[in-house]
């Protein structure tokens, strides 16, 4: 049995590979897929791929380009969710802040520098004309954290994925005042170059494995309800969900890659640009 170590956030998105696990799928191929929660986020994961902590990342892409640039020596081998992630811009329910441009000049709570509620606060900013140099951040590490840094004032607005925020919204704990999709895929599979190096053939299988989920997932039997109950969802918000998602199957293409790389760059959050084959195999 190979065992190989892979960590994602706790959401709907990675529902396809506790379902391979739980079926065995992986241990019939002789791998022990062990697989650690990371409700931190892809700042958290990026720091564990750079220490070896874990072998495989499903992660967010702007997140995982931002770190290979900076060193993290990974790979991106495949692109995991395809459709955009819709990221929630939340307030605190009792706050004044009514529509976005009230945000302005406002303080983001994130999980961590590095982060996807870091890096969307930039790309957010930039796509209101806001000054990207006035942002200002205090790091909660997750939605919890957040919830209790909007509540006491140390932080304005709280970006993070909309329905999984939503059951926040609807108990009446934040108030979304608007969304901000990403303009690229969202997810990828991100591998460290020495496990991948050693193990190519084990990546191949376990990329084989949870592809031919993600083809058949929406077709599976009340799919729905089962995300609903396991995310602690409404029905109607999985459902909305659903059809919004698109898993893929394929390698992260060049223009995407540079589409993502080009935005980081101009936002001052690289230094130096690194060629496609540098970070995709």
Not at 201 to 214: A, C, K, R, W, Y
């Amino acid at each position: 049995m190979k065992s190989v170590r892979i960590i994602g956030v706790p959401e709907h998105f990675n529902l396809p590979w506790h379902l391979c696990i739980e079926n065995g799928e992986f241990d019939e191929v002789g791998i022990d897929l062990q697989w650690t929660d990371i409700p931190e986020g892809t700042g958290k994961m990026c720091q564990m791929l750079r220490n070896d902590e874990t072998d495989i990342a499903v992660i967010l892409t702007e997140g995982i380009i931002k770190d290979i640039a900076a060193g993290n020596d990974a790979t991106i081998v495949q692109v995991y969710v395809q459709s955009p992630l819709i990221w929630g811009i939340h307030v605190d329910v009792n706050s004044n802040y009514l529509q976005l441009f009230d945000l302005e000049n406002t303080t983001s709570a994130i999980s961590r520098i590095g982060s996807g509620s870091h890096l969307m606060s930039f790309v957010n900013a930039k796509q209101q004309n806001w000054d990207t140099s006035n942002l200002k951040f205090e790091i909660v590490n997750t939605i919890d954290g957040a919830v209790k840094t909007l509540q006491n004032g140390k932080a304005d607005y709280f970006m993070w994925e909309r329905f999984m925020t939503k059951p926040l919204v609807d108990n009446g704990t934040f108030r979304r005042i608007a969304d901000c999709p990403t303009p690229w895929p969202c997810f990828v599979i991100a591998v460290r170059n020495e496990f991948l190096k050693n193990n190519s053939s084990t990546v191949d299988l376990i990329l084989e494995i949870i592809n031919n989920t993600t083809i058949e997932f929406k077709t599976i039997p009340s799919i729905d309800r089962t995300l609903a109950s396991r995310y602690n969802q409404k029905l109607e918000d999985i459902q909305e969900w659903l059809k919004l998602t698109r898993w893929s199957q394929k390698k992260l293409d060049s223009t995407t890659f540079d589409k993502v790389q080009n935005q980081l760059f101009e936002l001052n959050l690289i230094e130096n640009k690194i060629p496609y084959e540098a970070v995709v195999k």
